[in-house]
């Protein structure tokens, strides 16, 4: 089993919410079609949930999954929605890489950083909850340093040519208009070796385009996987 399908077996785990593998990572859904045909298996403990991708209903959850036939040729989907029967909604963007992130040798942090933007609107229900989960083999351990080895960055806006005043005036208004970051994320299993980190972002959210960044500052990992889930209620997506 690869990475991605062990890290996203964990992350049913770990956060409890529903996982969508392909069809090649359960054996005992044989392939089926021609070669630009195949299956998604979503996994979800709620018999009833609507399944959703990209604004198209896809099925309803039954014993615990449910088959979506894909077309492999297509665009891939953007956006995973799972409806829950008592009214509450879940919306999750998936992002899947292998960033070697080093800063030594010439290599300044700057130069080791990941960025990614979960593309798409927020649902215009209320929301409940952001949950930004990250997966990175190796992060979160260091032989020379022992702090500052990493740092976190949502919707961070750097320093800009603005008057005192104003940044005062805004950050009175909007606490968090510039965003968060965090140094030394990631709690390193040490049985597989992987750094994992959950972390609330409700509050820095934007309405579209939310935009987070991984830093490396001495850590030397390889940043695998950024899902962020959104949990609301009332209108759906």
């Known amino acids: 089993m690869n990475w991605h399908l062990l890290i996203l077996l964990l992350l049913g785990m770990i956060l409890g919410i529903c996982v969508i593998l392909p069809a090649a990572a359960q054996p005992e859904q044989p392939a089926t079609g021609s070669q630009d045909e195949g299956i998604f298996i979503v996994h979800c403990d709620?018999?009833?949930?609507?399944?959703?991708?990209d604004n198209e209903v896809k099925g309803v959850i039954r014993n615990g999954t449910l088959a979506v036939p894909?077309?492999?040729?297509a665009p891939r989907y953007k956006t995973f929605t799972v409806t829950f029967p008592e009214g509450t909604h879940s919306m999750i963007w998936v992002k899947e890489g292998s960033d070697l992130l080093y800063s030594s040798y010439g290599i300044s942090p700057e130069m080791a950083t990941s960025d990614m933007t979960f593309n798409g609107k927020l649902p215009k229900g209320k929301i409940e909850s952001a949950e930004l989960f990250l997966v990175a083999p190796?992060?979160?351990y260091s032989r020379d340093i022992e702090v500052d080895i990493n740092k976190l960055m949502v919707n961070?806006?750097?320093?800009?040519k603005t008057p005192p005043l104003i940044k005062t005036i805004f950050s009175l208004l909007f606490p968090n208009y510039k965003g968060k970051e965090w140094n030394d994320i990631f709690s390193l299993d040490n049985n597989t070796q992987i750094g994992f980190e959950n972390k609330e972002i409700k509050p820095y959210l934007k309405t579209e385009g939310n935009h987070v960044s991984v830093r490396?500052?001495?850590?030397?990992?390889?940043?695998?996987?950024?899902?962020?889930?959104?949990?609301?209620s009332g209108e759906s997506a």
């Open 46 to 53: 709620v018999d009833g949930a609507i399944v959703t991708m």
């Open 156 to 160: 961070r806006l750097e320093e800009e």
């Open 216 to 232: 490396d500052q001495g850590d030397y990992m390889q940043l695998t996987n950024a899902i962020l889930t959104i949990t609301y």
């Open 70 to 73: 894909v077309n492999l040729s």
């Open 138 to 140: 190796s992060g979160g």
